[in-house]
């Protein structure tokens, strides 16, 4: 070994800006052991140490085990099948923490109790096949007596959401509040009723055809970006031309029983949780968000409503 370079652990300390005590530790390990002792008995190392410390200190910070780094830097098993086994298990790690980051930001929002928060992780915890079936359930109540429909089928799969294996902690949040929605009780109802409705629309044969809810938001759009009130007379023309237009497309004339016919319609879609819904299930399922229906919809209504003649008392 005459004329080798041999380093003490303080040099290797200075070279790697690893502690004196650590460097003993690794030593004592088996994993960076000394090359020599000097004559009063104190290790020394070999110049192949530091770049072994150092690689000691990357697959450290990193996560790997001491047994396992040793494996690697003894040559026992190659680097890159750790490599891939280890970024493979801390995958399953990163989507746990996914899950229980968006569990809490939920219920940090919300100011929820204990009860709510175990909620919120049972959800989160649910598997492919228990989602699924949440899902069904839901969407089984909307669309029942409906589904053998030409046009019902794909509707229901636009209206299905699915949770990528790698979900993001946005998605994560939007399956938690959407598969409340699924499960709430009064929204399964009304989303079943507003089904039988927009199949009542749709019993005169021919092409397909917008729903009252697309008739008007696309007319109103404009209005809507104007600032134009609804119960102003400039608004008479539209309110006529989204009258005409539904009347022509259901087959009915333009009387005060259609307008009482729009207007039911119109009610009760007007929910701010079918367009929650619908911005849920864009976001869980990784789609563009559609513009919202909601305040296209409540300036019809009023507008409409404004041109009603009172009830009789």
């Known amino acids: 070994m005459s004329g080798q370079t041999f380093h003490t652990i303080g040099d290797l300390a200075r070279r790697t800006g690893l ?8 030593a004592d390990s088996g994993v960076v052991p000394p090359t020599d002792r000097s004559p009063a008995g104190y290790r020394r190392y070999g110049p192949a140490a530091v770049a ?9 910070d990193l ?10 830097v003894d040559h026992q098993v190659p680097l890159p099948e750790v490599a891939a086994a280890h970024a493979q298990a801390l995958a399953v790690q990163i989507r746990v923490l996914r899950l229980r980051q968006a569990v ?13 928060v175990d909620e919120l992780h049972r959800l989160a915890q649910l598997t492919t096949r228990e989602r699924g079936q949440l899902v069904t359930d839901f969407l089984d109540s909307v669309f029942a007596g409906l589904s053998d429909q030409p046009a019902y089928p ?5 209206m299905t959401p699915e949770l990528p294996d790698d979900p993001s902690t946005e998605q994560v949040e939007a399956w ?9 009780p009064d929204f399964r109802a009304r989303m079943r009723r507003l089904t039988r409705q927009h199949a009542a629309d ?12 697309a008739v008007v938001r696309d007319a109103v759009a ?21 009258t005409n237009r539904y009347a022509s497309l259901h087959a009915h004339s333009d009387e005060a029983d259609l307008r009482r016919r729009l207007l039911d319609r119109l009610v009760l879609a007007n929910d701010p949780r079918r367009d929650r819904y619908l911005d849920l299930l864009a976001v869980v399922n990784g789609w563009s968000t559609g513009d919202a229906t909601a305040p296209a919809v409540d300036w019809f209504i009023r507008a409409l409503r404004h041109r009603m003649p009172e009830p009789a008392r």
Request: some cysteine.
């Open 19 to 26: 502690s004196v005590k650590t460097i003993r530790y690794y």
């Open 52 to 60: 072994r410390l150092e690689l000691v200190r990357t697959l450290r």
């Open 63 to 72: 996560g790997l085990d001491l047994a396992t780094i040793r494996r690697v």
């Open 104 to 116: 809490l930001i939920v219920a940090a929002r919300r100011g929820s109790g204990p009860a709510e």
């Open 154 to 158: 794909g509707v229901i799969v636009s």
């Open 176 to 184: 938690l509040e959407l598969a409340e929605l699924c499960r709430d």
């Open 202 to 213: 749709h019993v005169v044969p021919g092409l397909p055809r917008p729903d009252a809810v």
């Open 222 to 242: 404009p209005a809507l970006a104007a600032g134009l009130d609804p119960a102003s007379p400039d608004a008479d023309p539209l309110v006529a031309a989204v």
